[in-house]
C-alpha cells in the first residue's frame, strides 16, 4: 500500500504570495489532519477533516487554510506569506471506522521557505 | 491548556548506553499516548503507542515506554541504543477518537559509536 505523499516536496516563495500544497492519503484513509513544524517549537497541529469537513483547528490565523476532496486528497492555502511560516508541513492520514484507532501515518513533508 | 513537555532537547550518548527520553501532558481526561521517531531525511515513524491496559508499552526496534497515570508521564525507554537510534523523538497525546494531536517539541538524541 502507497504511504502518504505530498507535492511538492519543497517551494520557495516571496512574503505577500500564497501557497497551496497537497496531500494524498493512504488509500483508504478518510482523516487527513495538517502540522506545522519548526525548529524549537516541534509540530503544530493546523487543521484536521474528515468527509470534506474540517473537525478540529488549531491555533493558527485565518491565512491558514485548507479542503478535503471527495477522494480524500486535502489541500492546504496559507496566504499572504510571512517570513515565520517558513516551516516543513507536515500531512498525516488516518482509517476511520470500527475497530480503528487513532494512528496516524506521516508523508514526507513540504519545505517551505519565505524569503 | 493541553501541552507536553519534553525536557531533555538535546541527549547524547555512546552505543550501549540505556536511554530514559522524559514527557509530560496536561490534558483533562483519558489521553492516548504515542512517541514518535524521525531519522534524519525521513518521515515520522510511529514507535509505540498506548491506549489502555498495561501501563508498560514495548514498541518496535527495542523501545518501551512506561505511562504513570499519577506523574502524568510517558517516558521512553531502550536498555542499550545504538548508533543507528541517532534521531528525533516526538511525544503526543490525544483524546480518544479525535485526530488531533499535540506534540512535545521533541529530543534530538545523538548516538555516538
Known amino acids: 500500500k502507497a504511504g502518504v505523499t505530498q507535492t511538492p516536496r519543497y517551494l520557495i516563495k516571496t512574503r505577500g504570495q500564497q501557497v497551496t500544497l497537497s496531500c494524498s492519503p493512504i488509500?483508504?484513509?478518510?482523516?487527513v489532519s495538517w502540522y506545522q513544524q519548526t525548529p524549537g517549537q516541534g509540530l503544530q497541529f493546523l487543521f484536521e477533516y474528515f468527509s470534506e469537513t474540517q473537525r478540529n483547528k488549531g491555533n493558527f490565523p485565518g491565512r491558514f487554510s485548507g479542503r478535503q476532496f471527495s477522494n480524500s486528497r486535502s489541500e492546504m492555502n496559507v496566504s499572504t506569506l510571512e517570513l515565520g511560516d517558513s516551516a516543513l508541513y507536515l500531512c498525516?492520514?488516518?482509517?476511520?471506522?470500527?475497530?480503528?484507532?487513532?494512528?496516524?501515518?506521516f508523508g514526507p513533508g513540504t519545505r517551505l521557505t519565505v524569503t | 491548556a493541553q501541552s507536553v513537555s519534553q525536557h531533555n532537547h538535546h541527549v547524547i550518548l555512546s552505543e550501549a548506553a540505556s536511554l530514559e527520553l522524559g514527557c509530560n501532558y496536561s490534558?483533562?481526561?483519558?489521553?492516548?499516548l504515542f512517541w514518535y521517531v524521525q531519522y534524519p531525511g525521513q518521515h515520522l515513524q510511529l514507535l509505540l503507542k498506548?491506549?489502555?491496559?498495561?501501563?508498560l508499552v514495548k514498541g518496535i526496534k527495542g523501545f518501551e515506554a512506561e505511562f504513570i497515570k499519577s506523574k502524568f508521564s510517558f517516558n521512553l525507554r531502550k536498555p542499550s541504543v545504538q548508533w543507528s537510534d541517532t534521531a528525533e523523538y516526538f511525544c503526543a497525546v490525544n483524546a480518544p477518537g479525535t485526530y488531533k494531536y499535540i506534540f512535545g517539541t521533541g529530543t534530538r538524541l545523538k548516538v555516538l559509536a
Open positions: 488509500s483508504g484513509h478518510r482523516s
Open positions: 498525516a492520514s488516518s482509517f476511520v471506522g470500527t475497530g480503528a484507532d487513532n494512528e496516524q501515518y
Open positions: 490534558y483533562g481526561g483519558t489521553v492516548n
Open positions: 498506548y491506549f489502555s491496559g498495561d501501563p
